[in-house]
């Protein structure tokens, strides 16, 4: 199912407020692929893709004022309650949709008053988790999950009274170069301007002037010359027995991103050294390296430092390593 991905798209068509008609057939749609999202798994017990692109599916329904299942409801409900939306720092972003959701259904009044109530505190109960995955740098989970979290305090009325929220702010406005991607900018820019997806399905869009205009991008600025960086991939246990798994330098243009650096590698010596990424709407994401692929059933991924032992906060076709630069890929549980 294509929940996530359609979800986003007819947030951002709601909020280009466009007529009625066009895509009434692509509400049908996500509601079709809420239910199909589940069926496939319904074993599992929980969605085919995530609980992220179903609380998103959930969350698009209530922009656009449809109502949608209360089972539906409840299953992002039972699992919030049981620790089931993720682990760590992956669960910022999750639990942040999955409340937007419920606060929308709760302010909407698209489900019954018993359902709102429960909705109510667990959205509450959500942005207090927020408040708690906060580090000592102001970043909530990750630089791409702050945003949600932001925007869960601007729709529950806690960035007034919430220390978490101004502090999560500077942070972002210190790292807006990280947001580089449609999707990620897309995120960003209604924090920036005091409002959450929330605030879609109230614009005024009678209101709404028709000034667009075609905007001249300037080409980016070729960096002459050539750089070399350190490229480590490290397995530790119990995955592996052998810690350092690879460890070379590898020259590439001076303009080259962590996604160029990879692939020069793989071109240099394809026995040696090999990776897939994954395309998501927020960029390629690494899902396997020299043939050891993360799984979330096993609970890892690979998580990207630069040494000695700084997480990137940036994706890996966005992130330009320095001149000298050590980037270690880590097979890493969450």
Same mark, same amino acid.
């Given at each position: 199912p294509h929940t996530g991905r359609l979800a986003l798209?007819?947030?951002?068509?709601?909020?280009?407020?466009?007529?009625?008609?066009?895509?009434r057939s692509l509400v049908t749609w996500l509601?079709?692929? =809420?239910?199909?999202?589940?069926?496939?798994?319904?074993?599992?017990?929980?969605?085919?893709?995530?609980?992220y692109q179903y609380g998103l599916g959930?969350?698009?329904?209530?922009?656009?004022?449809?109502?949608?299942?209360?089972?539906?409801?409840?299953?992002?409900?039972?699992?919030q309650h049981h620790g089931r939306?993720?682990?760590?720092?992956?669960?910022?972003?999750?639990?942040?949709?999955?409340?937007?959701?419920?606060?929308?259904?709760?302010?909407?009044?698209?489900?019954?008053?018993g359902l709102a109530a429960k909705l109510r505190v667990a959205a509450h109960e959500a942005s207090r988790n927020m408040a708690k995955a906060q580090g000592p740098d102001g970043i909530i989970g990750n630089i791409y999950s702050t945003p949600?979290?932001?925007?869960?305090?601007?729709?529950?009325?806690?960035?007034?009274?919430e220390p978490a929220f101004g502090q999560a702010m500077a942070a972002l406005l210190e790292n807006l170069e990280a947001f580089g991607t449609a999707a990620t900018m897309a995120q960003v820019l209604p924090v920036l301007?005091?409002?959450?997806? =929330?605030?879609?399905?109230?614009?005024?869009?009678?209101?709404?002037?028709?000034?667009?205009?075609?905007?001249?991008?300037?080409?980016?600025?070729?960096?002459?010359?050539?750089?070399?960086?350190?490229?480590?991939?490290?397995?530790?246990?119990?995955?592996?027995?052998?810690?350092?798994?690879?460890?070379?330098?590898?020259p590439v243009p001076a303009a080259a991103s962590l996604l160029d650096v990879l692939q020069a590698a793989a071109a240099l010596e394809p026995r040696d050294f090999r990776f897939h990424a994954?395309?998501?709407?927020?960029?390629?994401?690494l899902t396997q390296v020299l043939g050891l692929e993360a799984r979330q059933e096993k609970r890892n991924y690979w998580q990207i430092l630069t040494a000695p032992n700084t997480p990137l906060q940036m994706g890996i076709a966005d992130y330009r390593p320095q001149d000298g630069e050590t980037l270690i890929l880590r097979l890493s549980e969450w």
């Open positions: 798209y007819l947030l951002g068509l709601q909020a280009t407020c466009p007529p009625l008609s066009p895509h509601k079709y692929y =809420l239910e199909e999202d589940w069926t496939g798994s319904r074993r599992q017990g929980h969605p085919v893709t995530s609980y959930v969350l698009a329904l209530c922009v656009h004022r449809k109502r949608v299942r209360e089972e539906v409801v409840q299953r992002l409900l039972t699992a939306l993720g682990h760590g720092g992956n669960t910022v972003d999750t639990e942040a949709v999955v409340a937007l959701a419920f606060t929308c259904l709760e302010r909407r009044r698209l489900v019954g008053t949600w979290a932001l925007q869960v305090f601007l729709a529950t009325g806690e960035c007034q009274t301007h005091g409002h959450s997806y =929330l605030d879609i399905s109230s614009m005024p869009c009678g209101e709404e002037p028709d000034t667009l205009t075609p905007l001249d991008m300037e080409p980016l600025a070729e960096v002459p010359g050539n750089k070399t960086v350190q490229l480590v991939v490290e397995c530790p246990l119990p995955w592996c027995y052998e810690l350092r798994l690879y460890d070379r330098l590898v994954q395309d998501t709407p927020q960029g390629p994401f």
